[in-house]
């Protein structure tokens, strides 16, 4: 056996689809951009019923109800991991066990993406799960542990996240509530709301995209609505671009944001930014205040 090394080329031509998260404020029109997305090719993985904003749209959706059916789906959408005990979630026992309940998994073939709306309401199931699980009582007191119940889900989240970013031939995407509150020193602080602290950190780190659809105002005092896609901003919106095709604003269509996404990659001389920081010697020294300069030590 040949050791299974994956030239460029083959990695090159590989078909890849684009995991991102999509986050704003309620009713800003997040579950509004599946009108972005051709219907035919799209699966809505509805977990909000808040589909009135899209009502007449012609895609296709599922309706999971609880932590158990989120699952399910998601080992049928990303087929079974081979590291996995037969014992455990997305193996391949769990997934021939859903493909002998829905039938083939060559039916999803169709979709090119997948639209997960919300991972705020998908963190409220797998929290309710966790409740009823050994782990979230105490040993000695047989009581709930609520540290117990929010680690399980913490740990619950990122496998089904992780799962899900696994499914290489489609674009998967999350959309999320975003919450925003004042810190310590009283300033704005955004975050993806979602229940426990686990999936919120680590999430940024899972996906490719991360792009908070925001309204900004323009130089002529407009407000208008934009994706913000850069995680240095003014704003402070959570932000990634892992692709380095974006720009820090882009239009609020996210239909042309992958098609933008999936273009011609620019060369890393263009997107990365090698330059040596200025060193202190050559800026100077910044001058020390006299009221410390003059301190005893």
Known sequence: MKLPIITADQRLAEQRGVKGVLVGKSGIGKTSQLWTLKATATLFFDLEA?????????????RPRTWQECRDFAVFIGGPNPALRDDQPYSQAHFDAVCARFGEPTDLDKYDTVFVDSITVAGRLCLQWSKGQPQAYSEKTGKPDSRGAYGLMGQEMIAWLTHLQHTRRKNVWFVGILSESLDDFNRRVFSLQIDGSKTG???????????????????????????????????????????????????????????????PAKPASERLAFARPISASSAGTPAIPESIATQEI
């Not at 808040?50 to 959706?61: C, K, P, Q, R, S």
């Open 50 to 62: 808040g589909d009135l904003a899209v009502e007449g749209w012609a895609g296709d959706t599922i």
């Open 201 to 263: 950190l680590e999430l940024p780190g899972i996906v490719d995209e991360v792009v908070t659809l925001a309204e900004v105002k323009g130089d002529d005092g407009v407000n208008y609505r934009a994706f913000v896609c850069h995680t240095l901003n003014t704003w402070g919106y959570p932000a990634k671009d892992r692709s380095g095709r974006l720009d820090a604003i882009e239009e609020p269509h996210l239909g042309r944001l992958m098609e933008k996404i999936a273009g």
